[in-house]
T-cell receptor, first 117, second 114 residues
Framework: GAVVSQHPSRVICKSGTSVKIECRSL??????MFWYRQFPKKSLMLMAT?????????EQGVEKDKFLINHASLTLSTLTVTSAHPEDSSFYIC?????????????FGSGTQLSVL | AQKVTQAQTEISVVEKEDVTLDCVYE???????LFWYKQPPSGELVFLIR??????QNEISGRYSWNFQKSTSSFNFTITASQVVDSAVYFC???????????FGQGTRLTINP
C-alpha cells in the first residue's frame, strides 16, 4: 500500500530556532498533502492543506508566517516552524492523498514530536 | 459545520472482552465519508476503515466490526475478543465528499489489560 514518510520523528530545539519537517509520498504522487497538529491527549487539528505548485491553504487561527508550508514536488511537502517557542511543542503529522482519488485512505506519516526548550 | 464526538475518553477492559467505541457525528452534507484510525503509542495513524454515507451496510474484518446508522448519526466500532495489542487511541473522523480534509473526534484511549 501507499506509504508516507515523515522526518524527523523527533526533534528538540532551542527557543527561537526554526525547524523543518518533511513529508514524502514514497510510492505515489500526492498533489495534496495535509498537515495536522496534535496536543497531548488531544485530537488532531488540521493546520493547512498543501497543494503542489501553489500556496498552502491555512485553517482559521493558524499563523501563515509561523508555519511555512512548501509543496515543491508531487512527492514532497515541508512544514517549517519558524522562530519556534515552547508553545509550539506538539506532535505534527502529515497525510497525503493519492492523486486522482478523492477521500480514499488518506495515508498518514508517522508524525514528528517537536519539543521546544 | 462538521463535528465528530467520541464521548468515551478512556476505556479499560480485560483481554478477551468485547468492547465498543462510540462515534457520533454531525453534518449537513448528504454525501460524506466516515473513517476510523488507530494510533498506537508510536504515534502513527493506522487506517482501519472508510465508509461513505450511502453505504449503511455493517462491515466485519476479523475481530473488528463497524455499525453505521444514519438515523442516529453514529458509526460505532466493536472489537471482539480484545487483545493487548489492540491498546491504542482510536479516532473516528468525518470528511465531506470532495473536501478531502478530515474532522477528527477527540479520540478514545483503549487499554486492554492482560
Amino acid at each position: 500500500g501507499a506509504v508516507v514518510s515523515q522526518h524527523p520523528s523527533r526533534v528538540i530545539c532551542k527557543s527561537g530556532t526554526s525547524v523543518k519537517i518533511e513529508c514524502r509520498s514514497l510510492d505515489f504522487q500526492a498533489t495534496t498533502m495535509f498537515w495536522y497538529r496534535q496536543f497531548p491527549k488531544k485530537s488532531l487539528m488540521l493546520m493547512a492543506t498543501s497543494n503542489e505548485g501553489s500556496k498552502a491553504t491555512y485553517e482559521q487561527g493558524v499563523e501563515k508566517d509561523k508555519f511555512l508550508i512548501n509543496h515543491a514536488s508531487l512527492t514532497l511537502s515541508t512544514l517549517t516552524v519558524t522562530s519556534a517557542h515552547p508553545e509550539d511543542s506538539s506532535f505534527y503529522i502529515c497525510s497525503a492523498r493519492v492523486q486522482g482519488q478523492v477521500n480514499e485512505k488518506l495515508f498518514f506519516g508517522s508524525g514528528t514530536q517537536l519539543s521546544v526548550l | 459545520a462538521q463535528k465528530v464526538t467520541q464521548a468515551q475518553t478512556e476505556i479499560s477492559v480485560v483481554e478477551k472482552e468485547d468492547v465498543t467505541l462510540d462515534c457520533v457525528y454531525e453534518t449537513r452534507d448528504t454525501t460524506y465519508y466516515l473513517f476510523w484510525y488507530k494510533q498506537p503509542p508510536s504515534g502513527e495513524l493506522v487506517f482501519l476503515i472508510r465508509r461513505n454515507s450511502f453505504d449503511e451496510q455493517n462491515e466485519i474484518s476479523g475481530r473488528y466490526s463497524w455499525n453505521f446508522q444514519k438515523s442516529t448519526s453514529s458509526f460505532n466500532f466493536t472489537i471482539t475478543a480484545s487483545q493487548v495489542v489492540d491498546s491504542a487511541v482510536y479516532f473516528c473522523a468525518l470528511s465531506p465528499a470532495g473536501a478531502q480534509k478530515l474532522v477528527f473526534g477527540q479520540g478514545t484511549r483503549l487499554t486492554i489489560n492482560p
